[in-house]
């Protein structure tokens, strides 16, 4: 088993930034890649970012030029650097860790809500 615990979440005006954080412990040995996803309210969830163990990433258009995913291998955690937030951003941003592309273990969920 795998935890994953967030934080960084809140409310920011449109044009500012937020540094999500997410924390993996357990059976980490299992985890390829790591990511971020959303669920605004009324949509499916949906990909924002992953990272792979070898450093290759993968971004939703949304957000490409915005935000920046990092991994700090030896401290098992991933960062999400979110800039010029827009009100669409607004959602519950979920952690997640497996292989590529096929999340196996969820964080909690942290809120992000842009709105001035």
């Known amino acids: 088993q795998v935890q994953l615990v967030e934080s960084g979440g809140g409310l920011v005006q449109p044009g500012g930034s937020l540094r999500l954080s997410c924390a993996a412990s357990?059976?980490?040995?299992?985890?390829?890649?790591m990511g971020w996803y959303r669920q605004a309210p009324g949509k499916e969830r949906e990909l924002v970012a992953r990272?792979?163990?070898?450093?290759?990433?993968n971004y939703a258009d949304s957000v490409k030029g915005r935000f920046t995913i990092s991994r700090d291998n030896a401290k098992n955690t991933v960062i999400l650097q979110m800039n010029s937030l827009k009100p669409e951003d607004t959602a519950v941003y979920y952690c997640e860790a497996g292989t590529w592309g096929r999340p196996v273990y969820w964080g909690q969920g942290t809120q992000v809500t842009v709105s001035s």
């Open positions: 990272i792979s163990n070898a450093g290759s990433t």
């Open positions: 357990g059976s980490i040995f299992s985890i390829y890649a």
